[in-house]
T-cell receptor, first 111, second 112 residues
């Protein structure tokens, strides 16, 4: 079953705007990862945040983690049409080392 | 550098036919290997994972099986496909002791 759930399921914005996607999970985690998937392709790892970290940056990406609320957010700043894709959060739980994926957010950036 | 190859990219199979999807990894040794399935517009469901040759763990009961005959080869099989086996199958690998996964390009399977 999916342990991480993204919100919203779909997001449509204009180029240049910021996009924020949220992820909630259920039990204690070792780390949380965000992946990107272009339509019909494999997933590409974007960023990993550990359970003892609160914020992490990578280029135009900013990830936050709130373990008290069991939630994370992915912010893409100054979005581009090429950012159009599905974005998934994946968690690794303390009980194991398997990645468990959420249902994803489908982001569309209009030029 | 490491690469992962998954084939075929698309496959249309009749109900009741067998299935064999192959995945190979290059440029690393003793990887963790994974098979995921993704339903249309949905997240990924972990089907099988392997931490070594001949070591396969199944996450969900189903009509599929997996094998790892060589260190960097992971095969997903079925003896008789069902309509419900249709989906997008993704192979992935990861380093021992690490949780980041590297994905292949996927196989879109349509059972008719």
């Amino acid at each position: 079953s999916q342990q991480g759930e993204e919100d919203p399921q779909a997001l449509s914005i204009q180029e240049g705007e910021n996009a924020t996607m949220n992820c909630s999970y259920k039990t204690s985690i070792n780390n949380l990862q965000w992946y990107r998937q272009n339509s019909g392709r494999g997933l590409v790892h974007l960023i990993l945040i550990r359970s003892n970290e609160r914020e992490k940056h990578s280029g135009r990406l900013r990830v936050t983690l709130d373990t008290s609320k069991k939630s994370s957010s992915l912010l893409i700043t100054a979005s581009r049409a090429a950012d159009t894709a599905s974005y998934f959060c994946a968690t690794v739980y303390n009980a194991g080392n398997m990645l468990t994926f959420g249902g994803g957010t489908r982001l569309m950036v209009k030029p | 550098s490491q690469t992962i190859h998954q084939w075929p990219a698309t496959l249309v199979q009749p109900v009741g036919s067998p299935l064999s999807l192959e995945c190979t990894v290059e440029g690393t040794s003793n990887p963790n290997l994974y098979w995921y399935r993704q339903a249309a517009g949905r997240g990924l469901q972990l089907l099988f994972y392997s931490v070594g040759i001949g070591q396969i763990s199944s996450e969900v009961p189903q009509n599929l099986s997996a094998s790892r005959p060589q260190d960097r080869q992971f095969i997903l099989s079925s003896k008789k496909l069902l309509l419900s086996d249709s989906g997008f199958y993704l192979c992935a690998w990861g380093r021992q002791g690490d949780t980041e996964a590297f994905f292949g390009q996927g196989t879109r399977l349509t059972v008719v």
